[in-house]
Nanobody
Framework: QVQLVESGGGSVQAGGSLRLSCSVS????????MGWFRQAPGKQREGVGD???????KYADSVKGRFTISRDNAKNTLYLQMNSLKPEETAIYYC??????????????????????WGQGTQVTVSS
């Protein structure tokens, strides 16, 4: 069974930090590119970053240096550490699985269409 379950969302003041978690079913963990996306009210879903099966990560320019994706393989869990959060980053954050055969992420892009499995999302609210 394919399952992705996000947690860790909440409210934080601007400049603060949050760590999101995504529990991933055994069937897909490490077999797919794993990504984080977000969707703000009235806006399209956008990519935050992803990590492939050999732990190569890439990030959207807007979050580079502030957000970090990591894994805990013993727990089949993906994390998104978010630092120096901004009010405009208020959104629902999703984890997703997809990419190419062999668990590689498509280079130089973060497209929602590259990911076929999605979690339900977790709300992050950043107040000014």
């Amino acid at each position: 069974q394919v399952q992705l379950v996000e947690s860790g969302g909440g409210s934080v003041q601007a400049g603060g930090s949050l760590r999101l978690s995504c529990s991933v079913s055994e069937a897909i963990y490490r077999r797919f590119c794993m990504g984080w996306f977000r969707q703000a009210p009235g806006k399209q879903r956008e990519g935050v970053g992803d990590v492939d099966s050999i732990d190569y990560t890439k990030y959207a320019d807007s979050v580079k240096g502030r957000f970090t994706i990591s894994r805990d393989n013993a727990k089949n869990t993906l994390y998104l550490q978010m630092n120096s959060l901004k009010p405009e980053e208020t959104a629902i954050y999703y984890c997703a699985a997809g990419g190419t055969l062999g668990g590689y992420c498509y280079p130089q892009r973060l497209f929602t269409s590259d990911f076929g499995y999605w979690g339900q999302g977790t709300q992050v609210t950043v107040s000014s």
